[in-house]
């Protein structure tokens, strides 16, 4: 299984940008999928999750309205467009696939939101 995960770069504070999370080797339409931030010197956090189908969508609060998390199962990928960036959304975002819990990662792609 392989998670690519791209789509980071450097950002000015209120910009925008959009992830890619490209899976293979998985029947992708199968499996719930997330994104997840690890700052500098903090515990990987959870950011957002979408099921299978795409039809349930789940945010962590501080990126409600601001992130939205897509999926096109037809082309095997998963997407978190993020508006609105702020300084603390810096992180290393990784995404994960996975059904009662998230058994396969990629390997991160960085974000750092200028002030």
């Known amino acids: 299984v392989q998670l690519q995960a791209s789509g980071g770069g450097l950002v000015q504070a209120g910009g925008s940008l959009r992830l890619s999370c490209a899976a293979s080797?998985?029947?992708?339409?199968?499996?719930?999928m997330g994104w997840f931030r690890q700052a500098p010197g903090a515990e990987r956090e959870f950011v957002a999750n979408?099921?299978?189908?795409?039809?349930?969508?789940y945010y962590t609060d501080s990126v409600k309205g601001r992130f939205t998390i897509s999926r096109d199962n037809a082309n095997n990928t998963m997407y978190l467009q993020m508006n609105s960036l702020k300084p603390e959304d810096t992180a290393v975002y990784y995404c994960?696939?996975?059904?009662?819990?998230?058994?396969?990662w990629g390997q991160g792609t960085l974000v750092t939101v200028s002030s």
């Open positions: 979408i099921n299978w189908s795409g039809s349930t969508t």
């Open positions: 080797e998985l029947t992708f339409s199968t499996y719930n």
């Open positions: 994960g696939a996975g059904n009662q819990k998230f058994d396969f």
